[in-house]
Structure formats: structure tokens, C-alpha cells
């Protein structure tokens, strides 16, 4: 195990040094302060306080699903890159165990990604936040009132406020996101080690786009069943028009992601690695 966390741990280390991942950086400053921007000011409208869980309604506005999801495709689109320090470790290690680090590096990424999503949007709305146990009342009334002439994007779903506690709605978009997030960088990798570099992000921008077109203009319950990014939708869970039930999306993006990871753990054994150049 030693030797698996130390191929992620270089990877998370040499992170900071790449270019691409100060552009997500930036992304997700931008991204994040326009998701809540508008809140702030209903917030000194209203003259009350928000409650500080308002992350599982970032996602589940398919805007902003797109945008944090396309930031996180940027941030994994080369994987799995190859320099003289990874062909070092494969030698090293082994494959397997080289992939295994692979893998948990991705692990690691998704979490650190979306725990930043959540930290940022806390950081931004801190002027107007009071910690509550409960949903609080500006959430509560947007839900059920709207937000009037107030230029909010993120929709305040009343069934999720209904449905869910804070904490748990906050738990399970949080999860959902993250093995979202680990689907697609697995799915980048295998993409990358089986077809020609690139082939990976194509395939995850063309799922991150397939939950934008379905919402927005096919209204269908079987397509909605069948894109995994969809399935990371808080309101779509236990909808009983065009939803599934609870354990649906956890089933479904567990069992792709082990799929896709005995994928590439077969094909991991007839492969040629060449160096490339560090974008």
C-alpha cells in the first residue's frame, strides 16, 4: 500500500506546478462567487442571515453542473500523464500498483475539487452566513416563495428542503459529486490509455453535455436514467415523474466505476508508455 499512496502522493504534489491547474483554480473562484453572488443580496434585502447550506442547490441547476463539471474535466484531461518521474515509478512499483496510485490520484482529486466548490461558497457568502442546524429562513422562502426580481441563478428546490435535513442533503450531494467526479477522471484515463490522447475528455464533455441537453430539451425519464452525470441531481432522487430512487445514482456510479477500473487494469498490462510534455 506504501507504494501506491506514494505514486498518488507525487502526482498531488506536482499539481501546483502545472499551469492547467491554476487556470481551474481561477475557474473556480469565478464560478463559485457567480453561483452565490445573487444570494448575498436577497440576503441584505431580506435583512436576515443565510443558513450555510446552500452547496446540494449549486447542484442541482444544471448551469453550474456544466461549469463545475467541464472545470473538473480541465483539471484531469492529460490523465494519465506520462514524464520520466511516472515511467520511474511504473519501473519501481509495478503496473499494478502504478495504476492503483492512479486511481486513488483521482480519488483524491475529485475530493479535493468539490470540498474547494464548498469551502469557496462559504468563503463568499460569510458576510451574510449564520451558522443554523435547520435550512433557515431565506432558504425556506426562496423555496417557497421565489426570490422575486432578485438575480439568483441556483434554484431552491422546496421538495429537496421537504425531503432532505441540511446535513444529509449536503452529504449526499457532496458523495454523489465526488464519485461523479471519480467516474469521470476514470473514465479520462481509460479513454487515454486504450484510444488516442484526447479521446478521454471528448467522452467525458460529451456526458457533462448529455445532462444539459436532456433538462433542457428532451424531458425524458429513461435518458435521464442512463446519464451518469444526471444521476448527482438531488432533485431528481425520488421524484416519482422522472426520478429514481435513493440508492439508484450510488448503485450506478459505483458499479462504473469498478467496471471501468477492471478495464483498465486489463489493458494496463499491454501497454507502451511514452514521455509527454507537462501542460
Not at 445573487?38 to 441584505?44: A, L, R
Not at 465526488?178 to 484526447?198: D, E, P, Q, S, T
Not at 429513461?222 to 450510488?250: A, V
Request: glycine share 8%.
Amino acid at each position: 500500500m506504501g507504494k501506491i499512496f506514494q505514486t498518488a502522493w507525487v502526482n498531488v504534489r506536482k499539481m501546483p506546478s502545472a499551469p492547467r491547474v491554476w487556470l481551474v483554480a481561477v475557474f473556480l473562484i469565478l464560478f463559485s462567487r457567480e453561483a452565490v453572488s445573487g444570494i448575498g443580496e436577497y440576503c441584505v434585502t431580506q435583512n436576515t442571515a443565510i443558513s450555510p447550506w446552500i452547496y446540494p442547490f449549486i447542484f442541482t441547476t444544471n448551469y453550474y453542473i456544466l461549469l463545475f463539471f467541464f472545470n473538473f474535466i480541465l483539471l484531469l484531461a492529460d490523465v494519465p500523464f506520462m514524464d520520466e518521474t511516472q515511467l520511474f515509478y511504473i519501473l519501481r512499483c509495478g503496473r499494478k500498483k502504478w495504476y492503483a496510485g492512479q486511481i486513488l490520484y483521482v480519488v483524491i482529486a475529485s475530493v479535493l475539487y468539490f470540498s474547494s466548490v464548498f469551502i469557496l461558497t462559504l468563503i463568499w457568502l460569510a458576510p451574510y452566513m449564520k451558522w443554523q442546524s435547520g435550512w433557515g429562513k431565506i432558504l425556506t422562502t426562496m423555496a417557497i416563495k421565489g426570490t422575486g426580481n432578485n438575480a439568483i441563478d441556483i434554484s431552491i428546490g422546496q421538495g429537496i428542503i421537504e425531503k432532505y435535513s441540511p446535513v444529509s442533503a449536503f452529504a449526499i450531494s457532496f458523495v454523489l459529486c465526488v464519485l461523479a467526479g471519480i467516474f469521470l477522471g476514470i473514465l479520462m484515463f481509460v479513454m487515454n490509455l486504450m484510444f488516442k490522447r484526447g479521446s478521454g475528455l471528448a467522452a467525458a464533455s460529451i456526458l457533462v453535455m448529455l445532462q444539459f441537453f436532456i433538462y433542457f430539451e428532451i424531458s425524458g425519464r429513461f435518458l435521464r436514467l442512463i446519464s451518469p452525470i444526471s444521476w448527482m441531481n438531488l432533485s431528481y432522487i425520488n421524484d416519482t415523474s422522472l426520478g429514481y430512487p435513493i440508492w439508484y445514482p450510488f448503485l450506478g456510479l459505483t458499479g462504473l466505476i469498478m467496471v471501468l477500473s477492471a478495464i483498465g487494469f486489463w489493458k494496463i498490462h499491454s501497454l507502451s508508455f511514452e514521455v509527454q510534455e507537462e501542460t
